[in-house]
Each structure stands twice: as structure tokens, then as C-alpha cells.
């Protein structure tokens, strides 16, 4: 049985065209519906994809940088201690960590299509949302001993506890992410 067999001639050019392009058919007053066999980076999973490529690595970047801009004007006396040159270089790694591994894990669900590829990216969403903040708090931790405690580490790892649950279970759940990483 061929893997294309109950799709209109319309449905089979634009799969040959774009492959990576969800299943859909679209009627003659252009409005789509989603085949019960929609498959392929699109729907919620190409969000998740926008996510971690683009918007989490803007964000990531934007807001260390408007931290690092509030923190100046609350101490404009801190830029010129060494302390400063720490945090700063603690938080840009950990920024630059995170944005390689959300990256990479965009990258994956975009060109991999095996069925290892959603658990290979659920360990990288953890990894680069909730293991990039444990280790940049831990290491503050030990640079910082008296300015952070551990109700900062419940503070900072409550959203990206949430964003790995929601995600994670998307990518269990999700029938589009069974037909899509088959291989």
C-alpha cells in the first residue's frame, strides 16, 4: 500500500513540493482542514519549532541584556568591580549555552525524522530551559554564597519547569509527532 494512498492529486503535488509541510486539503474557497493524517512540521509542533530556533533564543538575549541594563542603573557603581565582569560572563555563557541546546533541539525536529528524535529533544528542552539555570545558579551559588538562597532557585526554575512539562507532554501526546518521527 503506498503511503500516499487516499490523498487527492492536489495533496500528492504539494507533498512532492514541500515534504516537511503538514497534510492538508484545502477547499475551493481556500480554507483548510486538517487531514486525520496530518503529519510533518506544522500545527503545534512547527510553534514548538519557532520556539526554540527563534523566539526563546531572542528573548534569552533581550532580557540578559535588559537584566544587565537594570542592574547598572539600580548600582551604576558595580560595572567598575570585578564582580561584575563575573556575572556578566556567567550569565552570557549560560545565555549562549541555552540558545545552542533550544537550537539544536529546533534543528533536530526540523531534519531527523526517527522516533528518537522526540526523546533526544525532550532531554535538550530540559537541559537548555531547566539544567542552563540549575548550573548558572549553582555556580553563583559558589561565586555569590551570600546573595542568593534557595527560594531564588524556586523563583527562577518555575517557568521553565512549566515550559518543559507543557512541551514534553505535547511531544508524547501529540498524533502528529507519532506520524511525523516514524522512521
Known sequence: ??????????????????????????????SQNMSPEASGVGGWLGFLV?????????LSIVLTFLGHQEALEFNPRIRATDQWQTIQLLDWSTVFGQISLSVTAGLLLLKRRRRST???VIALIWLSSVGVNVLGFVIALDLFPDSLTAADLGTSLGRPIIFSLIWTLYLLLSKRVKRTYVE
Open 118 to 120: 522526540k526523546w533526544l
Open 50 to 58: 519557532a520556539i526554540l530556533i527563534l523566539i526563546s533564543p531572542v
Open 1 to 30: 500500500m503506498d503511503e500516499h494512498d487516499g490523498l487527492t492529486p492536489r495533496e500528492r503535488a504539494a507533498l512532492a513540493r514541500n515534504p516537511y509541510a503538514s497534510l492538508a486539503s484545502t477547499h475551493t474557497d481556500g
